[in-house]
């Protein structure tokens, strides 16, 4: 710091600022009220008005209108002031200053020196991480999403053979046109309409999921109100040209089918279960799709719909929905093609205490045939034995005729 200011300061007085300069002219201005006081009027001596010669000739405006000894000594001494004022400020001065200035033993430059590589240094930081940042950044969001993605499903499973074999049917047909599509085809045994999407993260949650599946049969049974419900699948779309799926008919059985999904949706949150969040239920028949295949997905980057446009209105069939089940994406699909199922609920079945009319009905007659049939074999074995003798031999008709009225008899005696 004392290297600095040695510099600094010589600099400094040698060349005044303007602030410097303009206090100076602000304290000998007011010196000229007093001179110009002590002037005489015009006139006052002579009374011709006529100025004094001296400063006629060759005078200075500072010394203009200065006719006494007092006046010019005292102009002379503020000059002299203003002289030493412009001096430079002598080397012992700038020593003593800078003795009496708090941390005067610093070294500035040093300092400075230290502060500038040290910018330096967190600049190259901020380079080297500036690219490595982000992608980390990333990497714990895809790791996040990849814990919480879909592995479990409530499923509506497709039996209708006609159903399954005119989407085989249209398999065939696409695949003829595109043979590298048949690595996106989806199984026959597979095909089923997704009711809900849920993670199962443990053995724990994954009995809640069955015990609210289990719950919310009785749900649906009360919106079906003891009524079959027929689910027409009919033509053919697409979700961007990545998903191929049949669609469901708008009818009034498809709008029973949403109440079905939404009312899986509040039991399973009841239980606690992360289900459905942030996915609009829209049903759908998945028959092919490009994910099944990552190779596939380089090498076909859109499924062109021309290849099932023949089909787009093809009507399907129908399946009555019967059972609802807790599937798993990932473990081993059944041998059928299905998916692993961890539970099952089956709709429309009576409960054996409640039997209906028709049931008692056949019921009973069944028993009465059953107990009818028992009298008539007994009857026949009673009189087998009586129409043979003790020997075995068939009994003569007069015989026999007379040991039924000698029975006829005893019988009427009791």
Known sequence: MQRLLRRLLPALSSAPPAAAC???????????????????????EGGDGAAD?????????????????????????????????????????????????????????????VHASSERDTKKRKKRTAGKEPEEGAERVRKKKK???????????????????????????????????SKAMVRAGSFHVTMLLMHLATEEEINLAVGALSDSKDFVEDLLQGKPLDLSFEGIDHFSNAVGFVKLADNDHTAVLKEIAETLKKVFQEKGIVAGEGRAFY?????????????????????DSRLYEEFKSLCFGEEVLHRLDLCSMLKKKQPNGYYYCESSIVLGEKHAAEPDEAELLSLSKRLVESAVLKAVQQYLEETQSKSRQPDGSPVRGEEAASGARTEEGTDGSK
């Open 22 to 44: 303009a206090l100076r002219a602000r304290q000998a201005v007011p010196a000229l009220p007093r001179f110009m006081a002590l002037r005489p009027a015009a006139g006052a």
């Open 53 to 113: 010669p001296t400063c006629a000739a060759g005078a200075t405006p500072q010394c203009d209108g200065l006719e006494t000894a007092q006046q010019k000594k005292t102009f002379e001494k503020s000059e002299e002031e203003a002289a030493e004022r412009r001096q430079p400020c002598p080397a012992e001065l700038v020593q003593a200053l800078m003795a009496e200035m708090p941390f005067g033993d610093t070294d500035i430059e040093e300092e400075l020196i």
């Open 147 to 181: 814990q919480t993605q879909p592995n479990y499903f409530i499923s509506l499973p497709i039996t209708n053979p006609e159903i399954t074999g005119r989407i085989q049917a249209v398999q065939d047909a696409i695949t003829q046109k595109d043979q590298r599509l």
């Open 283 to 303: 049903p759908h028949l998945t028959f092919m799709k490009l994910s099944k295949s990552p190779q596939l997905r380089k090498e076909v980057k859109k499924i």
